[in-house]
């Protein structure tokens, strides 16, 4: 196993790393923000843009959910031997992940219509933050999206492009009275 199978296998493993490298990355550009007094790239719009932004973005992150349940569709409705071993063998892994792509894609859509709602001129809340988290979190999550549908698909292209194997013959081994017409 090489060290990039090792790195991804890790990053599949632990899904609660997009939630700190959201807030990581949201803290830092906080951060910058209120040491600097420049970056706010949200607070120089208007507020009617900024809820026409979170509008649009929740709007973005439900079709890609919707698309995830379609990839869920696909990879229950495979049949070939590869693919049902993978499901036997990590069958839990696989529903954490789908379910946790599923379940990140409602909580995004929840923070981009909390921002929605809670959204003021001049932004007194700081709910723009809210956003550019759910942005950050999503952005983190559709690689996740991508790479387990692409080795689901991998796995079913394996079975698809090798040839059904019949089943091996079965020995007779009265096949000579039957043929001589005798009972065996």
Same mark, same amino acid.
């Given at each position: ?80 031997? $590869? ?11 696989? $529903?954490?992940?789908? $379910? ?43 690689? $996740? ?40």
């Amino acid at each position: 196993m090489g060290a990039r199978t090792r790195i991804e296998d890790a990053w599949a493993e632990r899904l609660w790393i997009d939630h700190l490298a959201a807030a990581t990355a949201v803290g830092i550009h906080i951060l910058v923000i209120r040491l600097t007094g420049s970056g706010d790239w949200l607070q120089w719009i208007d507020s009617s843009q900024r809820t026409d932004l979170y509008a649009a973005a929740a709007g973005v992150v439900s079709a890609i959910g919707g698309l995830s349940a379609i990839a869920i569709s696909i990879y229950t409705a495979a049949n070939g031997e $590869r693919l049902r071993a993978v499901r036997r063998q990590h069958q839990g892994q696989l $529903r954490r992940s789908w $379910r946790s792509l599923l379940q990140g894609t409602a909580w995004c859509c929840l923070l981009l219509l909390a921002a929605l709602s809670l959204d003021r001129e001049h932004d007194p809340l700081s709910v723009r933050f809210l956003s550019e988290y759910a942005l950050a979190f999503a952005a983190l999550r559709y690689p $996740r999206l991508i790479w387990l549908f692409d080795r689901m698909m991998q796995v079913s292209d394996m079975d698809l492009a090798e040839p059904e194997r019949s089943p091996a013959p079965v020995r007779d081994p009265h096949w000579v009275r039957r043929r001589q017409g005798t009972p065996p």
